[in-house]
C-alpha cells in the first residue's frame, strides 16, 4: 500500500476512534493552504504546477444540484492549468482531481470519516459564495475525474471528466 494512502487510512481510522477534538475538514470554512514549499509528488493524473508555468484558466462553477460546470474539461498533455473553483451552492463543496478508481475510493472513505482532514495539492475546500484554486500540470494522457467527495455529493453526481489528450 503506498505511503500516502496508509497515513490517510491511519488517520482516518485514529479519527473514528473518538478524539476529544478532530478538526473538521467539511464544516463552512476553507481550507488554506499551508504556507511552505509546495509538494510535489507525481500521481496518475499529474503534478503539482508553478504558477508561472499557467498559460490557461479554467473557470469551474459549483452548486447544490450536485453538479459542475463545466462538466468536461479537455486537456493538452504537459499543459499547466489554473483552475479558479467557485462554489456557487449553500453548503461546503470541493474539487478533487483524480482517476476515477481513487475518487470512488475517496468518496467511500468520507462516508466513513466525514470529519477526516485531507489536503493535496490537487484539492480545494471552498465554502459557499468562495472561490479557490489550483494549478496542476497534466503530464500523463488519459482520462480522469473532478469531483467532490464531501460525503453523498459524489454518490449524487457531483463529478466530472478531465480528458487529458497526448
Known amino acids: 500500500m503506498p505511503n500516502r494512502r496508509r497515513q490517510l487510512l491511519l488517520a482516518a481510522a485514529a479519527m473514528g476512534l ?3 477534538g478532530p478538526a473538521r475538514a467539511h464544516g463552512n470554512d476553507d481550507h488554506a493552504k499551508k504556507p511552505g514549499p509546495l509538494r510535489k509528488e507525481q500521481k496518475d493524473w499529474g503534478i503539482a504546477g508553478e504558477a508561472k508555468a499557467v498559460r ?3 473557470q469551474v462553477r459549483m452548486a447544490d444540484d450536485m ?3 463545466p462538466g468536461r474539461i479537455d486537456v493538452r498533455l504537459g499543459e499547466t492549468l489554473r483552475f479558479r473553483v467557485h462554489n456557487a451552492g449553500k ?3 470541493e474539487f478533487v482531481i483524480g482517476t476515477k478508481a481513487e475518487n ?3 468518496a467511500e472513505l468520507m462516508i466513513r470519516f466525514p470529519d477526516m482532514e485531507h489536503d ?3 484539492m480545494a475546500h471552498v465554502a459557499p459564495g468562495k472561490t479557490g484554486e489550483i494549478v496542476w500540470t497534466f ?3 488519459g482520462t480522469f475525474e473532478f469531483a467532490c467527495l464531501i460525503a453523498g455529493h ?3 453526481g457531483m463529478f466530472g471528466t478531465l480528458h487529458v489528450a497526448a
Do not use: D, K, L, W
Open 18 to 20: 473518538g478524539s476529544s
Open 56 to 58: 490557461r484558466t479554467i
Open 67 to 69: 453538479r459542475f460546470t
Open 91 to 93: 453548503v461546503m463543496h
Open 104 to 106: 470512488a475510493r475517496h
Open 120 to 122: 493535496e495539492p490537487y
Open 139 to 141: 503530464n500523463r494522457a
Open 154 to 156: 459524489y454518490q449524487a
